[in-house]
């Protein structure tokens, strides 16, 4: 992983410029400083917010470089929730004001996401690709109903922008400031990923791009030829580039739901229940992990206390199958929350024949209330 974050981060960077990163970088620490293992793997545990993939800001050079943009952290932004978003938005949906014309139950994207209940309203991305995928399968693109399955390999993927978006600043010249064959999509440049992939079902070019990371920066060379240009000297929309945002606002991420041939239609449903469970267990984490996430602290601009928790995941862990006692933490819906863990205890007696039941109900529970809501 350190080469990995190394070759990332140091893309087209001057020597000068380039990080050394260390495994202790990329740890996560215990409130003594000392390295937590991980029970899962018997190794040291990933600090997602390490000291190189956090906060708006990164530094090199000097005595203490720090700050960059590796991976995405926050819980939306994780396969699971892909998943989640793009299973439960198969389900054909019929919100209150169609009922009496269901051929338009997912003509908008925000009441069939209220109905369904399978993502955040308003959101850009939730409503678009949970609308996208109903009408998949509901048939209103083929116009045949069908099933949908997530391309392989499963990802949430960065498209490639639109180059007539790109242009050179009045301070560049092709041939003095930059190559003569320069183009000013040059500054997009793919560290992983691809942005043309061959569809191993049809054998024809894939209609996306697979890019999981993309810097924008002067290559180098540009900057054998003109050491002084900076981003500033490039055009967005016709606007030198001055913020984040402008460049921002060019990216477009995608996943992909390839259509299957279906035997009969979807059963129109009505809307699902937003009736919170009480109790209900939001995630099963090793203590030893929780803790020491719960000591470190996220940089926030309010200034509010965010402990690394928030962008901790949900995979489960992987328990020993001998009987031995492990050390867990569930987070909860905080209304009835011992009603809950109660009722897991009774469930391994229902289920004894499910081993993975069994396990869990072995194992020492400990619970966390959150103010989160199932």
Same mark, same amino acid.
């Given at each position: ?31 003594? #400083?000392? =390295? ?11 600090? $997602? ?6 906060? =708006?800001?990164?530094?090199? +050079? #000097?005595?203490? $470089? ?52 399978? #993502? ?82 049809? +054998? ?112 489960? =862990? ?57």
């Amino acid at each position: 992983m350190r080469e990995l974050y190394g070759q990332t981060l140091n893309h087209g960077a001057p020597v000068v410029n380039q990080i050394k990163v260390t495994l202790d970088d990329l740890t996560l620490m215990d409130s003594s #400083g000392n =390295p937590v293992i991980d029970p899962d793997t018997g190794k040291r545990a990933y600090n $997602p917010l390490n000291k190189w993939n956090s906060g =708006p800001i990164a530094t090199r +050079g #000097g005595h203490d $470089p720090y700050g960059g943009v590796m991976h995405l952290t926050s819980t939306p932004n994780t396969l699971q929730t892909e998943l989640g978003l793009a299973g439960s938005a198969t389900v054909q949906y019929v919100p209150p004001q169609f009922q009496d014309d269901p051929a338009g139950r997912n003509s908008d994207s925000q009441a069939l996401i209220c109905c369904g209940n399978y #993502g955040q309203a308003y959101r850009h991305s939730d409503p678009t690709i949970g609308q996208t995928v109903n009408q998949l399968v509901g048939g209103q693109y083929a116009g045949v109903p069908l099933r949908a399955c997530l391309a392989s390999p499963v990802g949430l993927y960065i498209q490639v922008p639109d180059s007539s978006r790109f242009a050179f600043g009045p301070n560049i010249k092709a041939g003095v400031d930059v190559p003569v064959d320069a183009k000013p999509i040059d500054i997009y440049q793919i560290l992983r990923g691809s942005a043309e992939v061959d569809d191993p079902v049809s +054998g024809a070019p894939f209609r996306g791009n697979m890019v999981l990371h993309a810097a924008v920066q002067i290559p180098g060379s540009w900057l054998a030829m003109n050491p002084n240009l900076t981003l500033a000297d490039m055009l967005i929309n016709g606007q030198p580039i001055q913020w984040a945002g402008q460049i921002a606002s060019q990216f477009k991420i995608g996943l992909f739901a390839r259509p299957l041939s279906a035997d009969r239609a979807a059963p129109l449903v009505d809307c699902s229940s937003t009736t919170p469970t009480p109790g209900a267990p939001l995630q099963c984490v090793w203590a030893v992990l929780w803790d020491a996430m719960s000591e470190v602290n996220e940089p926030c601009p309010t200034g509010a206390k965010m402990p690394l928790t928030s962008n901790s995941t949900f995979i489960a =862990p992987w328990l020993p199958a001998d009987g031995s006692a492990q050390n867990l933490l569930l987070t909860c819906n905080p209304t009835r929350v011992w009603t809950q863990l109660i009722g897991a205890k009774f469930a391994r007696k229902r289920v004894a024949k499910r081993r993975t039941w069994r396990r869990a109900c072995r194992s020492g529970w400990r619970c966390v209330e959150t103010a989160s809501v199932c």
